[in-house]
């Protein structure tokens, strides 16, 4: 019978986090895998062949769209085979690289595979065998969701796994969801000359964000090909001659629209099931998530849980690392480490890419009754008109008296790597003045956030650059 300081139940970002540091710790530890390879959803299906992907596209759309007169591109070939088989290439090296390397030379922890189930207070079964441990950490991960649609499993669908690993690329393609994994993949196949439709259930394709740069994103998209219905109500599903056919309601009206593939993207569900939680006394939501404090621990002390299996507000790989490696902390040190989560960003990374950090301006009406708010459009910031990248917009949200920067919300390419900046003056609660007493690089799109800050105490229509 093997006995460990802690056992981890997963593989992905979260559980390799809590390894390391458990590692680092000199805790005996061991490591129980089942489902997706080591590296979990990041690595294998997530936001490493994701991303491959979308640079793929993006290097085909600017080659026709760059806007520069003067210059024409020809793409002469584009082989959607190929594309895929380099990107399940680049994922298996990063998965050696950042993962199975690593483990190798973790000393004290241990790689179990299989799948894990509590049968009591202190142990779990795995392949027949009992692992007894005085802590755990569940890092189970997620899973797609298939929605209660009539006929989908007849007809057939994709989630973003599967999307991954397509044999043909198809001509036309129906998404099922919006949301990062949906907006990412619509364009990404649009890019591709897929002819693409989404069907978004609410009203904003990222309610999540601030509105004006929703709407925005999503006139972007339109301008680009892609078919966007909001208030969707998808009903059935069902095959016509080779193609599949989606029927739903919008506005009370029935429509139907049809693909050679249909992906669904309608978000996920923890992967809770089949743990044996109830023999330990782990509390779960309506929504099936473990449920965890500000430190980690679930309603058993010596169970801590981390990463999409949680109720956490916030569901990120680098969010899910850190949160392990806090986790292993608490676990075998007995502290009480947390995440600030309102200075976690996050990212859609379409072209343009939608990031933010912080309220939004109805986070701060709900919480304060009144919100401090400017946007400014990229076609005033001198880096994107040079580029030709003027669709981009920047919102900024402050406390009304002491002109704390609440929330930064950006619009633009590469928001995902502006939005780090915006972290740290949000994290350390840095004023606007901070801000327009900073001397950033001309001409850059990082200009944007100084020219949205100097926008609550100047008309920047009548400045001139480098000010």
Known sequence: MNRYNLIIIGGGAGAFAAAIRANELKAKTAIVNAG??????????????????????????????????????????????????????????????KYEKVLKNLEYVTLVEGKAKFVSQNEVEVNGEKLIAEKFIIATGSTANVPSIEGIHEVGFVTHIGAFRLEKQPKELVVIGAGPVGLEFAQTFSHFDTKVTVLQ??????????????????EVLTKEGITIKTNVEVKSAQKGNDKKIISYLINGKSEEVSGDEILLAAGKTPNTQELGLDVVG??????????????????????????DVTNAPVRLETTAGREGTLAAENALKGTQLFIDYNTVPYAIFTDPQLAGV???????????????????????VPKAIIIHRTE???KMAIHPQTKQILGVHILAPNASELIAEAMMLVKNKNTIDDVVNSLPMFPTLSEAIKIVALSFIKDISKLSCCI
């Open 36 to 97: 997706l390879p080591i590296g979990g959803t990041c690595v294998n299906v997530g936001c490493v062949p994701s991303k491959i992907l979308l640079y793929a596209g993006e290097v085909l759309h600017h080659a026709k769209h760059h806007g520069i007169p003067g210059v024409e591109l020809e793409v002469k070939n584009f082989d959607f085979q190929k594309v895929v088989q380099d990107e399940l290439s680049l994922v298996e090296k990063l998965r050696q690289e």
């Open 392 to 394: 981009g917009m920047i």
């Open 282 to 307: 782990v509390e779960i939501s309506k929504q099936q998530a473990v449920v965890v404090n500000q430190y980690f621990q679930t309603s058993n002390k010596n169970i801590f849980a981390v990463g």
């Open 358 to 380: 912080g309220f939004t301006e109805d986070e701060q009406m709900k919480q304060m009754g009144v919100c401090a708010c400017r946007t400014v459009s990229f076609a005033d």
């Open 201 to 218: 259930r609410g009203d904003s394709i990222f309610p999540h964000s601030e509105k004006t740069l929703t709407d925005r994103l999503a």
